[in-house]
């Protein structure tokens, strides 16, 4: 069922204005990351090239490996708001896209929990993570019955 | 599991589905898919009107059969 108007609802247009920034984002981020973890790392050390070459490598590994997930969860987004705007919200490909997103936030947790050994805010972004991926697993489930709901309304006679 | 047994009645009676849908008031496509066993349930207002047009019992339309695949709630 398409939209009768043309209109996209406000949240909408937020939610992908959004999405779209995360994904600019993301892509600077993939390239400028070594510059900036370059940065830090001199900022931390103060200068100190031992520390530089002995961290750099591990955590830059790790926060290229961080935005894989970040990459699926914004490919994700794009097809759930694509979903949303065509009318098709009780599906199960839209149930299967929130499971998608929840994967991707709890491997980000595991990843944030890595980092931890090196930033203590990896530990805060850990835990904020789980919670996240929590709450889609709750939400998928809630949209899970609510498509079994819908499927058996519209095969009622 | 529940078996409709609709188009039996409606070529007993000798009515097209598509007058069938008209008389009851529903549209074609809904009454395939109770014609065609896809329907999860069915109002009692509409077979109340079957009953009614087709001149039979909700036996004469609803078979109940034993399934394996059936759970228990």
Same mark, same amino acid.
Not at chain 1, 19 to 41: E, G, N, Q
Not at chain 1, 49 to 78: D, E, M, N, R
């Given at each position: 069922?398409? #939209?009768?108007?043309?209109?996209?609802?406000?949240?909408?247009?937020?939610?992908?204005?959004?999405?779209?920034?995360?994904?600019?984002?993301? @892509?600077?981020?993939?390239?400028?990351?070594?510059?900036?973890?370059?940065? &830090?790392?001199?900022?931390?050390?103060?200068? #100190?090239?031992?520390?530089?070459?002995?961290?750099?490598?591990?955590?830059?590994?790790?926060?290229?490996?961080?935005?894989?997930?970040?990459?699926?969860?914004?490919?994700?987004?794009?097809?759930?708001?694509? #979903?949303?705007?065509?009318?098709?919200?009780?599906?199960?490909?839209? @149930?299967?896209?929130?499971?998608?997103?929840?994967?991707?936030? &709890?491997?980000?947790?595991?990843?944030?929990?890595?980092?931890?050994? &090196?930033?203590?805010?990896?530990?805060?972004?850990?835990?904020?993570?789980?919670?996240?991926?929590?709450?889609?697993?709750?939400?998928?489930? @809630?949209?899970?019955?609510?498509?079994?709901?819908?499927?058996?309304?519209?095969?009622?006679? | 599991?529940?078996?409709?047994?609709?188009?039996?009645?409606?070529?007993?009676?000798?009515?097209?589905?598509?007058?069938?849908?008209?008389?009851?008031?529903?549209?074609?496509?809904?009454?395939?898919?109770?014609?065609?066993?896809?329907?999860?349930?069915?109002?009692?207002?509409?077979?109340?009107?079957?009953?009614?047009?087709?001149?039979?019992?909700?036996?004469?339309?609803?078979?109940?059969?034993?399934?394996?695949?059936?759970?228990?709630?």
């Amino acid at each position: 069922m398409k #939209n009768q108007t043309n209109k996209l609802p406000f949240a909408t247009i937020i939610a992908m204005a959004m999405t779209l920034l995360t994904a600019l984002l993301v @892509v600077a981020m993939t390239i400028f990351l070594p510059s900036i973890l370059d940065f &830090y790392l001199e900022y931390v050390s103060g200068g #100190n090239a031992s520390y530089i070459s002995t961290h750099k490598t591990p955590i830059l590994v790790l926060l290229y490996a961080a935005l894989v997930p970040v990459y699926a969860a914004v490919a994700g987004l794009f097809m759930l708001l694509s #979903n949303v705007h065509c009318g098709r919200v009780f599906t199960r490909s839209s @149930v299967r896209l929130i499971g998608i997103l929840s994967a991707c936030v &709890y491997a980000e947790s595991v990843i944030c929990a890595v980092l931890s050994r &090196y930033f203590i805010l990896g530990a805060v972004l850990c835990f904020a993570a789980l919670l996240l991926g929590t709450l889609l697993l709750v939400v998928r489930s @809630v949209i899970a019955q609510a498509t079994e709901i819908k499927a058996e309304n519209d095969f009622t006679v | 599991m529940i078996i409709v047994n609709l188009d039996v009645m409606m070529a007993k009676r000798k009515i097209s589905l598509g007058e069938l849908s008209d008389r009851v008031g529903i549209t074609p496509a809904n009454l395939s898919i109770l014609k065609t066993g896809k329907a999860k349930a069915i109002r009692f207002s509409t077979l109340d009107k079957l009953c009614k047009i087709l001149d039979c019992q909700p036996a004469d339309i609803l078979e109940y059969e034993y399934s394996e695949d059936e759970m228990e709630d």
